[in-house]
């Protein structure tokens, strides 16, 4: 993924990342009974796992994407794997939507299932059922399974002159 699109950072830890996706299964816990749970590779695998637990499901299966960047623009979706069904009463789990490409894609997949995500932009949310939390569309999540900790400069030795 190219950052040249970003003009800011949300970095987000893990206790965080635990905190909102127990957040969303609270949402979730109040909207429907779901028979089990979708999760969208690979995004989608950490969340769909606190998720599952919250909800008392034991049923995961997974739709694999794999989405591909193109002249720093989010490009082609390709489907690596899908599910049998139109998606009725189960609950498909991604971290983020983003483009809105892979939920448009998933949804003709499974039309009958929920979609949900922890985070959402503005031009996916519309694609996506249940989220938490809005970020603007040129911020670059740093998921923690993307990220690790390192030192930087203290402010006063990044001032400039
Ligand atoms: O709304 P979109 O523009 O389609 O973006 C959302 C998708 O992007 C991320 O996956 P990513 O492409 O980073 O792949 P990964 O989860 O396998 O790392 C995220 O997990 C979503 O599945």
Redesign the pocket.
């Known amino acids: ?1 190219t950052e040249n699109r970003y003009q800011r950072t949300y970095p987000i830890s893990w206790d965080q990342l635990h905190r909102d996706a127990k957040a969303l299964s609270w949402r979730l816990l109040d909207k429907d009974f779901f028979n089990g749970i979708i999760a ?5 695998l950490v969340p769909a796992a606190i998720i599952a637990r919250e909800l008392d499901i034991r049923l995961v299966d997974t739709v694999c ?1 794999a ?1 591909y960047d193109w002249q720093d623009q ?1 490009g082609e ?1 390709k489907l690596l794997k899908g599910v049998n069904g139109d998606g009725e009463g189960w609950l498909i789990i ?10 448009r894609l998933i949804r003709e997949l499974l039309p009958k299932a929920h979609f949900a995500s922890i985070y959402a932009k503005p031009a ?1 949310r519309p694609l996506v059922d249940t989220y938490v939390t809005e970020v603007s569309q040129d911020t670059w999540i740093l998921f923690p399974w993307d990220t690790e900790s390192q030192f930087v400069q203290p402010l006063a030795g990044r001032r400039q002159g």
């Open positions: 993924m969208v590779t690979r995004g989608g994407v989405s989010k979706v991604d971290d983020l939507v983003d483009t809105g490409r892979t939920a996916g």
